[in-house]
């Protein structure tokens, strides 16, 4: 099967709950995959850090270029809204950010998914002011949106953590319509159609502005990755070159990149 989508045309698979699949057809799978096209791609769904997953009872490994190529980073993702929503300090975040970077392999690290929202999680916009709504009866779900005073909150740390996102190793992923603002309880009213004629266009700009420099700034895709932090509320991403070159030893000719990031007092 996977040859076969791959003559036709796939560059690639992603596979649902990975660490639910044997090893060994994953071992496979990837020699499968890699024999027909040497550059596709095997991503997997995995919740926890990838390195050492205990999955049934066994330890796993998806970093070791036998398995997958890269995961769904939902630690990262955890990471940065318990951050922006008072949960953690920015000690705690980098602490996390660092146990990844550690843990992984450079080109591991480096080719993430960075997911921000996720069609089995509430919208972020909800998850971000902590109205996901799981109390309510189901039929009462669909019906909720977020006040103007929260709304308003839920874009600016959204903002925030797309800035964050497009700063960090990886690959930044939005999930269809967070960037016009949709709103969502958890599934299934996660995945709601794109309110085609009715986005918010403000935010959609400032998303763009961002993955528009993210484009335009080589060191923000390549270059190594230093971080730290002022407080407890101010995160510190610092990208750049290393004598001229990237993290994989090519030439990088951009200029440092600095990004401060600090979260707002607010906690609901």
Same mark, same amino acid.
């Given at each position: 099967?996977?040859?076969?989508?791959?003559?036709?045309?796939?560059?690639?698979?992603?596979?649902?709950?990975? #660490?639910?699949?044997?090893?060994?057809?994953?071992?496979?799978?990837?020699?499968?995959?890699?024999?027909?096209?040497? @550059?596709?791609?095997?991503?997997?769904?995995?919740?926890?850090?990838?390195?050492?997953?205990?999955?049934?009872?066994?330890? &796993?490994?998806?970093?070791?270029?036998?398995?997958?190529?890269?995961?769904?980073? +939902?630690?990262?993702?955890?990471?940065?809204?318990?951050?922006?929503?008072?949960?953690?300090?920015?000690?705690?975040?980098?602490?996390?950010?660092?146990?990844?970077?550690?843990?992984?392999?450079?080109?591991?690290?480096?080719?993430?998914?960075?997911?921000?929202?996720?069609? @089995? &999680?509430?919208?972020?916009?909800?998850?971000?002011?902590?109205?996901? +709504?799981?109390?309510?009866?189901?039929?009462?779900?669909?019906?909720?949106?977020?006040?103007?005073?929260?709304?308003?909150?839920?874009?600016?740390?959204?903002?925030?953590?797309?800035?964050?996102?497009?700063?960090?190793?990886?690959?930044?992923?939005?999930?269809? %319509?967070?960037?016009?603002?949709?709103? %969502?309880?958890?599934?299934?009213?996660?995945? %709601?159609?794109?309110?085609?004629?009715?986005? #918010?266009?403000?935010?959609?700009?400032?998303?763009?502005?961002?993955?528009?420099?993210?484009?335009?700034?080589?060191?923000?895709?390549?270059?190594?990755? &230093?971080?730290?932090?002022? %407080?407890?509320?101010?995160?510190?991403?610092?990208?750049?070159?290393?004598?001229?070159?990237?993290?994989?030893?090519?030439?990088?000719?951009?200029?440092? +990149?600095?990004?401060?990031?600090?979260?707002?007092?607010?906690?609901?």
């Amino acid at each position: 099967v996977a040859r076969h989508w791959l003559h036709h045309g796939a560059t690639g698979w992603r596979l649902d709950v990975a #660490d639910e699949l044997p090893m060994s057809f994953l071992r496979e799978l990837r020699a499968a995959v890699k024999a027909e096209n040497p @550059d596709s791609t095997l991503l997997g769904e995995v919740w926890e850090d990838a390195s050492n997953k205990i999955a049934y009872g066994q330890m &796993r490994c998806y970093t070791l270029g036998d398995t997958l190529d890269s995961v769904m980073n +939902y630690p990262l993702r955890d990471a940065i809204i318990h951050f922006l929503t008072g949960a953690h300090t920015a000690a705690q975040a980098v602490r996390s950010i660092r146990s990844l970077q550690e843990n992984y392999p450079v080109p591991f690290f480096y080719s993430l998914m960075n997911l921000m929202g996720s069609h @089995d &999680r509430a919208r972020i916009l909800n998850v971000l002011v902590n109205r996901e +709504y799981t109390a309510l009866p189901i039929a009462e779900r669909g019906q909720q949106s977020l006040p103007q005073n929260l709304r308003a909150l839920a874009e600016e740390r959204f903002l925030k953590m797309v800035q964050i996102f497009m700063a960090l190793p990886g690959m930044p992923a939005i999930y269809y %319509g967070d960037e016009v603002g949709m709103e %969502g309880a958890t599934d299934p009213f996660c995945r %709601g159609p794109f309110p085609w004629g009715h986005e #918010d266009t403000p935010l959609r700009k400032h998303v763009k502005q961002a993955i528009a420099l993210r484009h335009q700034r080589p060191v923000l895709r390549t270059g190594a990755l &230093r971080l730290s932090y002022e %407080g407890a509320d101010t995160l510190v991403i610092e990208r750049s070159a290393i004598h001229g070159k990237d993290v994989f030893g090519q030439p990088l000719h951009d200029q440092p +990149y600095i990004l401060r990031i600090t979260r707002d007092a607010y906690r609901v």
